[in-house]
């Protein structure tokens, strides 16, 4: 056969293929509002950059039926691309074949583009469409999804993962997105959950829809399993390409610099915190204050806001900034938001993000609700997440640090190498209210006016206590600086901090609480 001809052979079987599950399926599809799979992959990739591999991967499952099935590509696409330059492996189920539902080609094709992102040590993006392990294959299904958690976890703190749900994602099949770094969802099209609404409705009675139950919003706000809500796919794959300009390809890199550039200037930094400390204020704008571009991009928006966590540039490099945000329960820690921080404390150590912290906070939430939740275990983790973590750590004291609160949020006692405080920062073992009702409470008590002697003891405990110098005449904080210094001290914080050397004892691995 002439050469032309085979070209022609090619093109003709490729062109099969990618017509996916027929006009029908892929009608239905466009009417539930998503994309295709590959309309998917060539939305986010850079234009042209799509190199796709086992297009021609067949299924020989044979039994129900499935021996005279074709499936194009088995229902998964799967090659390597780019972003914005940066490499990256990626895969998407196919919703119109099949259900994009996992059998065992299909698995051995996301296992292939996993194994090569592991061994090139580039980004992996998985787009999950799927009715879940293929009913017809049995067993083979459900080694395959074994395959992929185990790649999920060998791969974590290697390389970035990224799950984007575009579609169903029920069953065991949750568990890949939940060993990943970063989980996207969109509004009416994302459903994650273990055992869908029919099993519940039979096993407890209950009536739920899928949407309720494990909806994109139930996810960004209860549950805590996904970063980035979006209302639109097209809007989700900004959201993923912007996150890959501030994370590196792999563990034993930086993230790509980006031209310096100064905070916008309508943020300015000496009015955002107000003197009172019972006044309240958006914290993410004192990070817009001090990053390149007042760019904050935020992770976890909508779920335990009392911890704002993200990332923004200073002079130009990728960092990771956790704040308490007095805008919601007064900026408190509890059991959320110790696992959203110290979740993304570990995801900056193991990618060589340097972190930044911002301190205001009144403690832990007291409550039974609380401590019956675990706050003790979940509080831990903040703990061993930043005592853990080696990567440059700069604290910035803007207003309260008390008690637990104060050690936990990236201390000096926890080997922050750099602590710095406001002038207006209270550094004590609670706020003064509570303080002097406890110290005082005889003189309180047998005062003749025990109001006004209440009042006494309050000022009397603020004035010792709630400001940055007792701290920083014990060396605890580096630096009391002014506001408008805190971005000079930290461009230079990093900039001392680049050859950071730490030597931990050799262990197999550490046991973080749970
Ligand atoms: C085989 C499947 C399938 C599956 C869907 N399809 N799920 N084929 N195995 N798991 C097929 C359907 O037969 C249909 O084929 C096509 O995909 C489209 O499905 P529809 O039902 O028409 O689509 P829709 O109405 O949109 O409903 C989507 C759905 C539903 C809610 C996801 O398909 C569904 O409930 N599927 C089963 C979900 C499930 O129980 N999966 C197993 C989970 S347990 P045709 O040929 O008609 O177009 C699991 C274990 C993993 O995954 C364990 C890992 C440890």
Same mark, same amino acid.
């Given at each position: 056969?002439?050469?032309?001809? $085979?070209?022609?052979?090619?093109?003709?079987?490729?062109?099969?293929?990618?017509?996916?599950?027929?006009?029908?399926?892929?009608?239905?599809?466009?009417?539930?509002?998503?994309?295709?799979? !590959?309309?998917?992959?060539? &939305?986010? *990739?850079?234009?042209?950059?799509?190199?796709?591999?086992?297009?021609?991967?067949?299924?020989?499952?044979?039994?129900?039926?499935?021996?005279?099935?074709?499936?194009?590509?088995?229902? +998964?696409?799967?090659?390597?691309?780019?972003?914005?330059?940066?490499?990256?492996?990626?895969?998407?189920?196919?919703? &119109?074949?099949?259900?994009?539902?996992?059998?065992?080609?299909?698995?051995?094709?996301? &296992?292939?583009?996993?194994?090569?992102?592991?061994?090139?040590?580039?980004?992996?993006?998985?787009?999950?469409?799927?009715?879940?392990?293929?009913?017809?294959?049995?067993?083979?299904? *459900?080694?395959?999804?074994?395959?992929?958690?185990? @790649?999920?976890?060998?791969?974590?703190?290697?390389?970035?993962?990224?799950?984007?749900?575009?579609?169903?994602?029920?069953?065991?099949?949750?568990?890949?997105?939940?060993?990943?770094?970063?989980?996207? /969802?969109?509004?009416?099209?994302? $459903?994650?959950?273990?055992?869908?609404?029919?099993?519940?409705?039979?096993?407890?009675?209950?009536?739920?829809?899928?949407?309720?139950?494990?909806?994109? @919003?139930?996810?960004?706000?209860?549950?805590?399993?996904?970063?980035?809500?979006?209302?639109?796919?097209?809007?989700?794959?900004?959201?993923?390409?912007?996150?890959?300009?501030?994370?590196?390809?792999?563990?034993?890199?930086?993230?790509?610099?980006?031209?310096?550039?100064?905070? $916008?200037?309508?943020?300015?930094?000496?009015?955002? +915190?107000?003197?009172?400390?019972?006044?309240?204020?958006?914290?993410?704008?004192?990070?817009?204050?001090?990053?390149?571009?007042?760019?904050? %991009?935020?992770?976890?928006?909508?779920?335990?806001?009392?911890?704002?966590?993200?990332?923004?540039?200073?002079?130009?490099?990728?960092?990771?900034?956790?704040?308490?945000?007095?805008?919601? *329960?007064?900026?408190?820690?509890?059991?959320?938001?110790?696992?959203?921080?110290?979740?993304?404390?570990?995801?900056?150590?193991? %990618?060589?993000?340097?972190?930044?912290?911002?301190?205001?906070?009144?403690?832990?939430?007291?409550?039974?609700?609380?401590?019956?939740?675990?706050?003790?275990?979940?509080?831990?983790?903040?703990?061993?997440? %930043?005592?853990?973590?080696?990567?440059?750590?700069?604290?910035?004291?803007?207003?309260?640090?008390?008690?637990?609160?104060?050690?936990?949020?990236?201390?000096?006692?926890? !080997?922050? =190498?750099?602590? #710095?405080?406001?002038?207006?920062?209270?550094?004590?073992?609670?706020?003064?209210?509570?303080?002097?009702?406890?110290?005082?409470?005889?003189?309180?008590?047998?005062?003749?006016?025990?109001?006004?002697? !209440?009042?006494?003891?309050?000022?009397?405990?603020?004035?010792?206590?709630?400001?940055?110098?007792?701290?920083?005449?014990?060396?605890?904080? =580096?630096?009391?600086?002014?506001?408008?210094?805190?971005?000079? #001290?930290?461009?230079?914080?990093?900039?001392?901090?680049?050859?950071?050397? /730490?030597?931990?004892?050799?262990?197999?691995?550490?046991?973080?609480? %749970?």
């Amino acid at each position: 056969m002439p050469q032309n001809k $085979k070209i022609l052979e090619l093109q003709k079987k490729k062109e099969g293929i990618l017509q996916g599950g027929g006009e029908q399926a892929i009608a239905k599809q466009v009417a539930m509002g998503k994309m295709t799979a !590959r309309e998917r992959i060539l &939305t986010l *990739l850079d234009e042209d950059s799509f190199h796709e591999y086992d297009l021609f991967v067949e299924h020989d499952a044979r039994d129900f039926g499935m021996d005279t099935k074709v499936l194009a590509g088995d229902g +998964v696409i799967i090659g390597t691309g780019n972003i914005y330059g940066s490499p990256v492996a990626i895969f998407a189920q196919d919703f &119109t074949v099949a259900g994009g539902s996992l059998g065992l080609m299909h698995a051995r094709k996301i &296992t292939k583009i996993m194994d090569y992102a592991l061994t090139m040590r580039i980004p992996l993006i998985g787009i999950n469409d799927s009715g879940g392990a293929r009913i017809q294959e049995g067993v083979n299904s *459900l080694a395959g999804y074994g395959e992929i958690f185990f @790649r999920n976890t060998i791969a974590s703190g290697v390389i970035p993962q990224i799950s984007v749900i575009l579609g169903p994602c029920a069953g065991g099949a949750v568990y890949s997105p939940a060993l990943t770094d970063f989980v996207f /969802v969109v509004e009416n099209i994302s $459903k994650m959950f273990i055992t869908g609404p029919e099993v519940i409705k039979t096993v407890l009675g209950e009536d739920i829809s899928m949407e309720e139950l494990g909806g994109a @919003r139930v996810h960004s706000e209860i549950s805590g399993n996904a970063h980035f809500f979006s209302t639109s796919e097209t809007e989700c794959f900004d959201q993923i390409k912007k996150l890959i300009t501030f994370i590196p390809w792999n563990n034993k890199r930086k993230a790509l610099r980006f031209e310096p550039k100064l905070p $916008k200037p309508e943020y300015r930094i000496n009015e955002i +915190v107000p003197e009172n400390p019972a006044n309240p204020y958006d914290v993410r704008n004192v990070i817009r204050a001090l990053v390149d571009d007042s760019d904050f %991009f935020e992770v976890m928006e909508l779920f335990a806001q009392n911890i704002v966590i993200g990332f923004g540039r200073l002079n130009g490099d990728t960092i990771g900034f956790v704040a308490n945000q007095p805008l919601y *329960l007064a900026g408190v820690l509890d059991c959320d938001s110790s696992d959203k921080a110290a979740r993304f404390v570990r995801f900056c150590d193991a %990618f060589n993000i340097p972190i930044v912290t911002l301190e205001d906070l009144p403690g832990y939430l007291p409550g039974a609700d609380q401590e019956h939740a675990g706050v003790i275990r979940h509080g831990a983790k903040l703990l061993y997440a %930043f005592s853990e973590a080696t990567v440059p750590k700069i604290n910035v004291i803007l207003r309260k640090a008390y008690g637990g609160g104060y050690i936990a949020m990236n201390s000096r006692h926890l !080997r922050a =190498d750099f602590v #710095f405080a406001w002038p207006g920062a209270e550094i004590a073992v609670m706020g003064p209210e509570g303080a002097a009702n406890i110290i005082f409470r005889k003189e309180i008590m047998e005062a003749a006016d025990p109001d006004k002697m !209440r009042q006494q003891k309050i000022k009397e405990y603020k004035d010792k206590f709630s400001n940055p110098y007792v701290a920083a005449a014990k060396g605890y904080i =580096d630096s009391v600086i002014e506001p408008e210094e805190t971005r000079r #001290f930290l461009l230079h914080a990093i900039e001392v901090s680049i050859n950071k050397v /730490v030597n931990r004892p050799d262990k197999k691995h550490g046991i973080p609480p %749970f």
